[in-house]
């Protein structure tokens, strides 16, 4: 069996798998979770830093300590074994989901001792850890055709510790064409009428080649932070993020129209020029 | 077992003849099961696709007389199985005959004008998304065009009747704004179409993008070499290099004290054939190549169009276009 096939014949098997718990809740008979009659519930919150890799300077419980019905709150210092390594916890925010059995069975048996509000709070975060960017495009907007050209891009970056500088421009480089593809040319077109996407392999995809790119000037900002090894930050992703939304701004600083999707396609500038009245005739 | 493989071609014989007589008989054997493959570029694709399951591939890259660039006084003939690269290349074409250079060195990638021929490049099958993937279009004998209230981006302005792809080869306007000659071969002899009448609109019959017969081989394009002759091809794609146009122009021109005299201006990728623009090539004739009368020409090519709700944009693209081939021409 091939390919297709396979995979539907998979996905038949797996629809008729037997639901044990079926039979009880016909008749209804089954009690489900939300139906347990539950007497002083304990409501517990599990706070995660909204930044990953942010390094956690503190953690400000005073706040969630004023609750009415406040009960206990457990945190890395109470629970030296809560991901197995007791300085990922307390430095640096993770994601950590695999090893969180242990520590989820200790909460669980303090909570059933004490009950209760266990915790609110909210990281004091260390803004500097954070590595930032920002891109400059100019770009060229053909007002009889919608047609988007990219004349320069600079893209900056701040990298912490510079260790490699020609390796580091090249990921700005590679990023900064990935990102103008994103915003530009690279869509998965789905057929309005029967859902089925109009360009489901390579050709149609649309990434951009060496013609289609500007020349891209990478600029290196360091501040070092101590929470990377030599005082240097992450710049993996980085360089991609920003391309799209700074041409999508010279877009509007050059012709006017606000693109608010992307890619910004021939098709679509022209169709906001016309909707607003500026395309030339 | 039902066979539904994706990217995988149905099983099917290869024969390689090595002369055109060979090749021909060896049709004749299998009726209608069968392909030809020049340079494999639009076959084997639409092989993988099963879009075409033949149980013959006759493989025609083993005939020398299909190869090769005979270059005469008057005249250029240039072989079907002639690399597009070869032509891009040819230094001793450029002079006389721009457009055809150009436009052969904007095709696809380099890869692809290594592999690809002018005849299959001239008689490849629609790119319509909608025609070559899952829906079932008139083109496949269906019953209607998805692409007429669907994503029509790439789809025609001019000329649609029930079907709305556009031609998706570079090499066509060329020929037909340089007076090309096309040669065939089939069982029933030879005979020489001219460079406008090998290609199909849908009114005509939706099934097929160019007159040839089944059985029949395109051997040879000629291009006839006129002093003094100017040309000019100019495409826009999405990005610059290994996309379909989503417009072009040929234009082709003689000067003569001051005036344009035997103007030919032809669109591609905006119908289902080369659109020859008449309107454009009346408002030129005879005047001089001033900004005023390009500029008249532009916008009498864009006149007629009938865009569909996504291809807009084409109107504009086929002014810019005609303006910008016949400001080239003017230098």
């Known amino acids: 069996m091939h390919g297709y096939a396979a995979w539907m014949w998979t996905a038949?098997?797996?629809?008729?798998?037997p639901r044990r718990r079926g039979a009880l809740a016909m008749?209804?008979?089954?009690?489900?979770?939300?139906?347990?009659?539950?007497?002083?519930?304990?409501?517990?919150?599990?706070?995660?830093?909204?930044?990953?890799?942010?390094?956690?300077?503190?953690?400000?419980?005073?706040?969630?300590?004023?609750?009415?019905?406040?009960?206990?709150?457990?945190?890395?210092?109470?629970?030296?074994?809560?991901?197995?390594?007791?300085?990922?916890?307390?430095?640096?925010?993770?994601?950590?989901?695999?090893?969180?059995?242990?520590?989820?069975?200790?909460?669980?048996?303090?909570?059933?001792?004490?009950?209760?509000?266990?915790?609110?709070?909210?990281?004091?975060?260390?803004?500097?850890?954070?590595?930032?960017?920002?891109?400059?495009?100019?770009v060229e907007v053909d007002m009889e055709t919608g047609i988007v050209r990219v004349l320069r891009y600079v893209s900056g970056h701040d990298v912490g510790r510079l260790i490699y500088r020609r390796g580091a421009e090249a990921q700005v480089h590679g990023g900064a064409i990935m990102g103008m593809g994103?915003?530009?040319?690279?869509?998965?077109?789905?057929?309005?009428?029967?859902?089925?996407p109009i360009n489901g392999s390579y050709?149609?995809?649309?990434?951009?080649?060496?013609?289609?790119?500007?020349?891209?000037?990478?600029?290196?900002?360091?501040?070092?932070?101590?929470?990377?090894?030599?005082?240097?930050?992450?710049?993996?992703?980085?360089?991609?993020?920003?391309?799209?939304?700074?041409?999508?701004?010279?877009?509007?600083?050059?012709?006017?129209?606000?693109?608010?999707?992307?890619p910004f396609t021939w098709d679509r500038v022209f169709e906001r020029l016309r909707a607003a009245g500026r395309l030339a005739a | 077992m039902l066979h539904l493989a994706i990217d995988e071609p149905k099983s099917f014989q290869l024969?390689?003849?090595?002369?055109?007589?060979?090749?021909?008989?060896?049709?004749?054997?299998?009726g209608r099961d069968f392909s030809y493959l020049a340079g494999g570029c639009d076959l084997v694709d639409q092989l993988k696709h099963q879009l075409t399951m033949p149980r013959t591939v006759i493989n025609l890259k083993q005939i020398a007389e299909l190869r090769g660039i005979d270059k005469?006084?008057?005249?250029?003939?240039?072989?079907?199985?002639?690399?597009?690269?070869?032509?891009?290349?040819?230094?001793?074409?450029a002079p006389s005959l721009a457009a055809l250079v150009q436009s052969a060195g904007r095709v696809a990638t380099p890869q692809i004008r290594n592999m690809g021929t002018v005849g299959g490049n001239l008689l490849q099958d629609s790119r319509c998304p909608y025609y070559r993937r899952a829906w079932y279009c008139y083109r496949k004998g269906g019953m209607v065009c998805d692409a007429h209230h669907g994503i029509n981006v790439e789809h025609a302005i001019f000329g649609g009747a029930r079907c709305y792809t556009v031609t998706p080869s570079d090499l066509a306007p060329v020929i037909v704004a340089l007076d090309g000659l096309v040669h065939v071969r089939g069982a029933g002899g030879t005979r020489t179409l001219r460079a406008?009448?090998?290609?199909?609109?849908?009114?005509?019959?939706?099934?097929?993008?160019h007159r040839l017969r089944k059985d029949e081989i395109l051997t040879a394009v000629e291009l006839p070499l006129r002093s003094a002759r100017r040309s000019a091809f100019i495409k826009?794609?999405?990005?610059?290099?290994?996309?379909?146009?989503?417009?072009?122009?040929?234009?082709?021109?003689?000067?003569?004290?001051?005036?344009?005299?035997?103007?030919?201006?032809?669109?591609?990728?905006?119908?289902?054939?080369?659109?020859?623009?008449?309107?454009?090539?009346?408002?030129?004739?005879?005047?001089?190549?001033?900004?005023?009368?390009?500029?008249?020409?532009?916008?009498?090519?864009?006149?007629?169009?009938?865009?569909?709700?996504?291809?807009?944009?084409?109107?504009?693209?086929?002014?810019?276009?005609v303006r910008e081939a016949l400001t080239q021409l003017s230098v």
Request: charge should be negative.
């Open chain 2, 236 to 321: 826009y794609a999405q990005r610059n290099a290994g996309d379909f146009s989503r417009a072009s122009v040929a234009a082709a021109l003689n000067i003569e004290n001051g005036r344009v005299r035997d103007c030919r201006i032809v669109l591609g990728g905006v119908a289902t054939v080369p659109w020859r623009s008449g309107a454009a090539e009346r408002a030129i004739e005879g005047s001089p190549l001033s900004s005023e009368r390009i500029e008249a020409a532009a916008r009498a090519a864009a006149d007629l169009a009938e865009p569909l709700a996504h291809n807009g944009f084409k109107v504009g693209l086929v002014r810019k276009l």
């Open chain 2, 196 to 209: 406008e009448k090998l290609f199909v609109s849908p009114d005509e019959n939706i099934l097929a993008m």
């Open chain 2, 72 to 93: 005469r006084a008057d005249r250029v003939r240039i072989g079907a199985l002639t690399k597009l690269a070869e032509i891009e290349r040819d230094d001793e074409l």
């Open chain 1, 182 to 196: 994103f915003g530009l040319t690279e869509a998965l077109i789905v057929d309005p009428n029967t859902h089925i």
């Open chain 1, 27 to 138: 008749p209804g008979i089954s009690d489900f979770h939300r139906d347990d009659p539950f007497r002083n519930p304990l409501f517990a919150k599990v706070l995660r830093s909204p930044f990953a890799h942010a390094e956690v300077a503190a953690i400000d419980a005073s706040e969630a300590r004023k609750l009415p019905g406040y009960r206990g709150m457990v945190t890395a210092a109470d629970e030296p074994d809560i991901h197995g390594d007791r300085r990922l916890l307390n430095r640096k925010a993770r994601y950590c989901p695999m090893k969180v059995h242990p520590s989820a069975e200790q909460l669980a048996r303090r909570l059933s001792k004490d009950g209760g509000l266990v915790g609110l709070g909210h990281y004091v975060w260390n803004p500097s850890t954070q590595a930032w960017g920002a891109a400059f495009a100019e």
């Open chain 1, 203 to 262: 050709i149609g995809l649309g990434p951009m080649t060496a013609l289609d790119y500007p020349e891209i000037t990478p600029i290196m900002v360091e501040s070092p932070a101590a929470s990377g090894p030599y005082g240097a930050k992450g710049l993996g992703e980085n360089p991609v993020f920003n391309a799209a939304p700074a041409i999508a701004n010279a877009i509007y600083n050059a012709s006017g129209v606000r693109i608010e999707e992307i």
């Open chain 2, 15 to 30: 024969l390689s003849p090595t002369t055109i007589g060979e090749a021909l008989s060896i049709a004749a054997e299998h």
């Open chain 1, 12 to 17: 038949l098997r797996s629809m008729a798998l």
